[in-house]
């Protein structure tokens, strides 16, 4: 866990109340969720700063570096997250789970916000979920207790070998989640009819794809 984690977290942990508590937040906005089981749901997405996990086609690289993005209080996301009218909050990042998510999730919901998380697994979960989409990353390996608490396994497909990998998780989770294969954008033309067949052979699981770049959305 890198220091500057340790150093956010202690700050985190001095906080005088909850509501001043302010964690590294890359951006926010209210948009469409375009993955997984809530595709197609008007949901607030907070992109957290900070990642270390490190894939090479992550789309999102700007978020790594977490000194790059200011604190902004938790109360401050939830007043935003409100007042967007979105009956959901989407806490993603980045690597949200390097945080301890139980303030901001407290905070939404005593707005009446469902609090939706996407990780990668690789640190323990805090905080309260209303769901957890859990997208394993070959770069570094979840946490085992992730496997119980999923609701939803989201797998990227970036070449062949990735439908074994995915099976692998799939034999890991709780019999409840929802289990998602979705072509890596760059890969897509590529992976899509693979994934289309895998998915007719076999149909516990279901074809994700990131509509929101098709809409022209974040
Ligand atoms: S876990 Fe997500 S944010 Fe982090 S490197 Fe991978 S794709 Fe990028």
């Given at each position: 866990?890198?220091?500057?984690?340790?150093?956010?977290?202690?700050?985190?942990?001095?906080?005088?109340?909850?509501?001043?508590?302010a964690i590294p937040l890359m951006e926010d906005f209210y948009t469409i969720q375009g993955e997984g089981f809530y595709q197609g749901?008007?949901?607030?997405?907070?992109?957290?700063?900070?990642?270390?996990?490190?894939?090479?086609?992550?789309?999102?690289?700007?978020?790594?570096?977490?000194?790059?993005?200011?604190?902004?209080?938790?109360?401050?996301?939830?007043?935003?997250?409100k007042s967007s009218g979105s009956p959901i909050a989407v806490i993603t990042g980045g690597e949200p789970a390097m945080y301890d998510l139980l303030p901001l999730t407290s905070e939404l919901h005593a707005e009446g916000l469902k609090t939706n998380i996407e990780t990668s697994g690789v640190y323990p979960l805090t905080g309260?979920?209303?769901?957890?989409?859990?997208s394993p990353k070959k770069f570094k390996a979840p946490h085992e207790s992730i496997y119980e608490s999923a609701n939803e396994l989201k797998v990227i497909i970036f070449n062949k070998s990735d439908f074994e990998w995915?099976?692998?998780?799939?034999?890991?989770?709780?019999?409840?989640?929802?289990?998602?294969?979705?072509?890596?954008?760059?890969?897509?033309?590529?992976?899509?009819?693979?994934i289309i067949d895998y998915v007719k052979n076999n149909p516990k699981w279901k074809v994700s794809l990131q509509i929101h770049k098709y809409m022209n959305i974040p």
């Open positions: 866990m890198p220091s500057w984690h340790k150093i956010l977290n202690s700050i985190m942990n001095s906080a005088t109340s909850t509501k001043s508590i749901h008007a949901a607030y997405f907070i992109r957290l700063g900070g990642c270390d996990v490190g894939c090479v086609w992550c789309d999102v690289k700007e978020s790594w570096d977490a000194s790059l993005h200011p604190l902004v209080s938790i109360e401050e996301m939830t007043r935003r997250a309260n979920w209303d769901w957890i989409c859990f995915a099976e692998e998780h799939a034999s890991k989770v709780n019999g409840s989640c929802e289990l998602f294969l979705q072509p890596e954008w760059s890969k897509e033309k590529e992976m899509l009819p693979l």
